[in-house]
């Protein structure tokens, strides 16, 4: 009789349960970047506002009924749409097993969820909390070329050069000065970030406005902070100073006055406080320190104030706040020169461009409000 070489260990015991959860959690990384692009699919068919406009929960048909999905489509829509509940970005009722149902649910009722109650337009277009417009800018395929490039980077010694530049030929600002319909993607995208987290900011932190009369919001955009500053504090003169890329293709509104200028290179209006929000994570240390320094020659030495709203890495210490960080820290990392810095990095650009002391809290949970005075 022949030898038999087969292991006398069964199969099924020599994957225990950790070894299994490795491979699923492998599967779940190699496979995420999926899960972006199902987010953007989602956000341009409008399911969120299709499912809000049906009272926040929509069958099948109400969706197949509701959105821009051409016949031959309509039989992948169930799939789609089960893998967005899976996500945790719809729920589904009464999903169905067996069937036309097991292929994707026909009978299941899907229902919006906090984050998909994020991405629903109220109508108006200036809804305070309806960030679609930010998954748009940040899913377009500059980003997504850039993040590709992220291996062949760190293989490459050119200390100049960026995953974004490699892929893209230029910087951000450059690419999406000549690229009129992504610069409007990503000024939208901006924009609806900063109302949601400007309408917390003067809702929580109305304090750090106390005392301030004049304020000069310094990359600014299309003035979207400003303008919630002003109408949330109406006796702050509110300006907004950015390139003349930005200014130049944005309407007077009589709320907030715009300058064009560049804060490395020109002088930053006099005003009692800078706002700068989302900046310091663009640039290196040199460069924020020479935006530090013009900033504060622009306040007064006695109660002036920077006011700063951006990330401070390990603040708080929970650890879903902490993915997040380190997740955008990797995105400035493939997009530009800058990073996200942590208390000790914060403090000593700080103190390199001449200020005295600063004041940190926590706000919208991965992000920080700083008071920076001379």
């Given amino acids: 009789m022949a030898e038999n070489h087969q292991s006398s260990v069964p199969v099924a015991t020599s994957y225990n ?181 400007m309408d917390f900011v003067v809702t929580n932190c109305g304090d750090a406005f106390d005392g301030v009369s004049s304020l000069v919001d310094v990359a600014g955009g299309t003035g979207t902070a400003a303008r919630a500053i002003a109408r949330a504090f109406p006796h702050i003169k509110c300006t907004v100073l950015d390139l003349p890329s930005v200014i130049d293709s944005v309407p007077a509104d009589g709320v907030v006055k715009y300058i064009a200028g560049d804060m490395m290179s020109s002088s930053i209006p006099k005003a009692d406080a800078v706002f700068l929000k989302y900046v310091f994570h663009d640039w290196d240390d040199e460069d924020c320190v020479k935006i530090l320094k013009q900033c504060k020659k622009a306040i007064p030495e006695s109660g002036g104030k920077v006011i700063i709203v951006d990330m401070v890495v390990g603040s708080p210490s929970k650890a879903m706040y902490y993915k997040d960080q380190v997740l955008f820290d990797l995105l400035m990392m493939v997009m530009t020169t800058g990073k996200e810095r942590d208390e000790h990095e914060w403090r000593k650009i700080f103190m390199d461009a001449g200020f005295t002391h600063h004041k940190t809290r926590p706000v919208l949970g991965s992000m920080a409000l700083i008071e920076l005075y001379p």
């Fill in 17 to 197: 349960d950790e070894v299994l959860q490795a491979h699923a959690e492998l599967w779940n990384l190699t496979y995420g970047y999926l899960k972006s692009m199902a987010l953007e699919c989602a956000v341009k068919l409008g399911i969120p506002n299709a499912i809000n406009r049906c009272g926040g929960a929509a069958t099948l048909p109400d969706l197949l009924a509701a959105l821009p999905v051409p016949e031959g489509r309509k039989p992948y829509l169930p799939r789609l749409m089960r893998f967005l509940a899976a996500s945790g970005i719809f729920t589904a009722d009464a999903p169905a097993t067996t069937g036309e149902c097991a292929n994707g649910g026909a009978t299941a009722t899907y229902r919006l969820t906090p984050l998909s109650r994020l991405l629903v337009d109220d109508g108006t277009g200036a809804g305070a909390t309806d960030l679609s417009p930010f998954v748009l800018s940040q899913t377009n395929r500059y980003h997504v070329a850039a993040a590709l490039h992220l291996p062949e980077w760190f293989k490459s010694d050119d200390a100049a050069e960026m995953p974004f530049r490699m892929a893209n030929g230029a910087d951000p600002w450059t690419v999406f000065s000549r690229d009129p319909e992504i610069s409007r993607v990503f000024n939208a995208g901006m924009a609806a970030d900063t109302r949601f987290a």
